[in-house]
Every structure is written in structure tokens, then in C-alpha cells.
Nanobody
Framework: QLQLVESGGGLVQPGESLRLSCAAS????????IGWFRQAPGKEREEISCIGMTGISSVKNSVEGRFTISRDNAKNTVYLQMNSLKPEDTAIYSCAAFSTPFICSDHADHWGQGTRVTVSS
């Protein structure tokens, strides 16, 4: 029932910023943890950030200080603010909802379709 749709990706130059959105429909995100993941060409998918039901969040060490996750339950949306983007950030970014409400566990209950981020000079 729950559907997730990512938006906000695009082509930017190194050092620029993007804000990704993960909008839910068909249900509320209030009781899910939401994670952002990315997969670069030829590489494994990796978790980059997760925010739990209470708003407590975690970020991958390599993006700490540049990426910030937030949630707006009133808008049923989770955001990923990405600053100081680097070429190695180029990937397909996807969001996922986890019914383990405090953490992003090993199994996601719902996935979005992904949005492409390209960082290139």
C-alpha cells in the first residue's frame, strides 16, 4: 500500500548542493524509519543515512558534515540535504521505509524508484 517517490536529483558541479525528497502516499511515514541509499555504477548499494520515528538519525561517516536527513511528518516526506557534492557522490539515490520504527534494519518494507544524482565538472 505504501508508495515512496523520490525527487530532486539532477546534474550538478562539484561543490554544489541538492535536496532530495522522499514523498509517501497510501499510508503514513509516522511509524517507519526511513533510510536513504545510493548505488554507484559497478558498486554495491550502500546506506548513507537513516532517520527513525523519533527523529534520531545516523549518517555514513564519508558524508557526515555534508549530508543531513530530516523528516516532516505533516508533509509525509523525508529529505536528504546534500551539500558540497563530490564526483564520488554520483549514484542512484533511493529511499526505503522500515517497519522497525527506530532503525533501518536489514530488510526494507518499501522502496522508492530512485532518483539520479550526477556530480561532474
Amino acid at each position: 500500500q505504501l508508495q515512496l517517490v523520490e525527487s530532486g536529483g539532477g546534474l550538478v558541479q562539484p561543490g554544489e548542493s541538492l535536496r532530495l525528497s522522499c514523498a509517501a502516499s497510501g499510508g503514513t511515514l509516522d511509524y517507519y524509519a526511513i533510510g536513504w541509499f545510493r548505488q554507484a555504477p559497478g558498486k554495491e548499494r550502500e546506506e548513507i543515512s537513516c532517520i527513525g520515528m523519533t527523529g534520531i538519525s545516523s549518517v555514513k561517516n564519508s558524508v557526515e558534515g555534508r549530508f543531513t536527513i530530516s523528516r516532516d511528518n505533516a508533509k509525509n516526506t523525508v529529505y536528504l540535504q546534500m551539500n558540497s557534492l563530490k564526483p564520488e557522490d554520483t549514484a542512484i539515490y533511493s529511499c526505503a521505509a522500515f517497519s522497525t520504527p527506530f532503525i533501518c534494519s536489514d530488510h526494507a518494507d518499501h522502496w522508492g524508484q530512485g532518483t539520479r544524482v550526477t556530480v561532474s565538472s
